[in-house]
């Protein structure tokens, strides 16, 4: 079959076929919930029903009696280090003294096989002296509010201010106010590891993540062992979307194993999942824009809050994220951004695909969207007119340096060609047979999103990656980069074929033991595993040349991998923020049954910026599975919580999109190659996602009418049975003592941050 | 309780409690791990597999249903290594990524073709409604049913 262009190879620019493909078709890939040992035990966590609890006592003793039960551990048996964190290490391996999220772990339980652990868990017996729970992100910020943690309730707070807010000139003013949901990443795999016990007192770490070696940092303390002694390796991961980037089984699993001598197995069914990891952040966001005449933006004013639940996880990297974007791609000579986040008695909320841009990009682009109202401009015309290019100062002064193409994605995205009316027409509802067109309307949205690709603010998130090459030829690649699904070990291999003009590439389990290859997330590890492993095809290369083509020793060449330097922010907010940026346009077709608040996505059409395509299939994968989690946030995914407690933690109750609410997604790719960057890659995984929702969400407004200022709209929303949300101006902005977050002043136990300067050049 | 099913064409025997899953029956007994465990509640269709020729979700069936009769999973498509034309056509269009929900999708996609030789695209939206995939956004996967189809005729 050749029924995809240019495949022949598999080299760059050519949609080659999974690595990993034909075990994931047969059934026979090991996910990390398939993994089994010998003798081993599985491990279940007893997980806090409050929200807000000191905790009185716990007793264990039932539980340690309990069949086949070999080991019980609370935080009084906690042999090292007691909290960890991806960016400081303030949440309790387990909970100790008080619980501040429902689903915190307060013991976890080893047994000889699951059913049995999970009956001895409930006989753990605690004693919780209920808290008035902080569970509203506003009023977290309430000098009287309770405390979560000693220190206050605000996690960080960021300030960027640039021209004169107060002097511009504008003729036409708009403002909206808008929230955003929380919603779970939903991967189909659920976490799990198996963690074994080493003969040299260590262990050895099978577990599905998205970055082996802050796992590992993160884990060592907590087992009191150095890192050597503490070996991870990647079992399979069924999706993560940002879910895996904070530990979940990871140091549980690897005490009890320590402290039974049996490899121990823990994987959460899909409740212990929505409880087992960090969500995306609810958004509140009061924004204001200021306009010429003539549709130019002169002013923006934007209040943004951050709802970061329990622990901080990487709340003040979102939070930074969120703030830089905030204004929106366009140029706009006077801004000022508040963005904070806080602590509350929610579940913590962290890394989710598109990571700030999303909750900030539906609020500027329904705002931008009021202004081309209030203007009668075109919402594309609009928007081409303010959207930013190479050069652009952003309201953070750093200037575009690398390739920003948003007009050409507005351009392209508008020209792709609107569906035909249906025949016959599928309408909202499907097979309800609820309506035969009569109170059907359609409409049509646009927006666009950007985002930073790599990590910011002066963190060297560098990647190393060895390549080998033996006699064949044969290709091996060895790195400790994830591919949690999305494709990155395929493209690493497309670009050893094309660098070393071979077929057979294979790449060789990912472990800790490959040396520093950061996260997979950012949707960075296009760039910079990929340039980690071109460096290295380059210098295999040239030693090939020496030799004459001696391949009789293998040669084998390892190289690592910078972006370009970021810095923090100063005290107005400036700074070289973000290694580089990636623009998307989108476009969303629906059809409303305005009787009902029936609605039904028709099409959706993506120009992306994505610097250049590697895998054409593979880049338009991600293109229509990030759309569809976008769609999902405008149209039906929400963490429902209740007392700071999720009421839906299951795939019946938490609504993930299915193959009849997704539509044809058009994907077209705008491929101007960044400067510097491998090939001229972008990162492609996260913008698709960030557009979707403001875009599908003006549609329902055009085909309504209605204000639509919250997400996901509900059908209440679309036929008027629920108010718009309703605000009371601005949240004050808090008394800060700078731009860094709150832990960073108070000295508290250090996470990636701190672990990672002094491993980086 | 002793149960004995033939699976995959073969017989075998496995002793369970009453609460055992198929799922897990499968899983954790037999050691076929192609069938996923993703929500435990027939919402997601990962754990899909023929029980007397209908696709069922493993995970609702207890263990007992299948005692004497005849279950078929993921593994059983390919034949020495040679994929069946809807792996095939999975990997072709690009139908994978995570892969967690693929079994389940390529159980489903297998049946439906076995039912309909040329399914149009609102059939195979409706043979695939009740398997959730978080990571390709379905595009790829309705082309890959197609493919299949095309393929075989």
Known sequence: MSAVRGRQLGGVGESARRVDGPAKVTGAYVYGGDLRAEGMLFAVAVRSPQASARIRSIDTSAAGRAPGVHCVLTAAELPAKRTFGLEYSDQPVLADGVVRYEGEPVAVVAAESRELARAAAKLVAVDYEPLEPVTDMEAALCAEAPRVHDFGNVLRHVHIVDGDLDAAQADVWVEGYYETAMQDQAALGPEGGLAIPAADGGVDLLVSTQWLDVDRQQLAPCLGLPEEQVRVALAGVGGAFGSREDLHVQIHASLLALRTGRPVKMSYGREESFHGHPHRHPSRTWIRYGATADGRLVAADVRLLLDGGAYASSSPAVLANASTFAAGPYEIPNVRIEGTVVYTNNPP?????????????????????????????DPVELRLRNAVGTGSVLPTGQVLEGSAPLREAIERCAAIPLPEPDDPPAYPGGAGNVNHGETLARGVGFAVGFKNVAYSEGFDDAARATVTLREGPLAEIETAAVDYGQGLYTVLAQIVRTELELEDVRVLPATTAAGFAGSTSASRQTTMAGGAVLAACRAVRAELEERGGDLSEPISCTRDYHHRTTTGFDDRGHGDIHASFAFVAERAVVDVDTELGLARVVQLAVAQDAGRVINPQGAEGQVEGGAAMGLGLALMEELQLEGGAIQNPSFTDY??????????????????????APYGVKGIGELATVAATPAVVAALRAATGRVLNRVPVRPDDLVGLRPPAADDGPAPVPDVPGQQAIPEYLGLGLGQQELMKGRTR | MLIRCVVNGRERTAEVEPWTSLLELLRDELGLIGAKDACEQGECGACSVWLEGEVVCACLVPAAQADGRHVRTVESLSVNGALHAVQDAFLESGAVQCGFCTPGLVVAAADLLEREHEPDEAAIREALAGNLCRCTGYAKVVDAVRLAAEVRR
Request: some cysteine; hydrophobic content about 45%; aromatic content about 8%.
């Open chain 1, 349 to 377: 909320c962290g890394a989710m695909r598109g990571f700030g841009a999303p909750q900030v990009c539906f609020a500027y682009e329904s705002a931008l969207d009021l202004l081309a109202g209030k203007l009668r401009l």
């Open chain 1, 655 to 676: 609504l993930v999109p299915t193959i009849l609410d997704v539509p044809p997604v058009l994907a077209e790719f705008v491929e101007e190659p960044e400067p510097g």
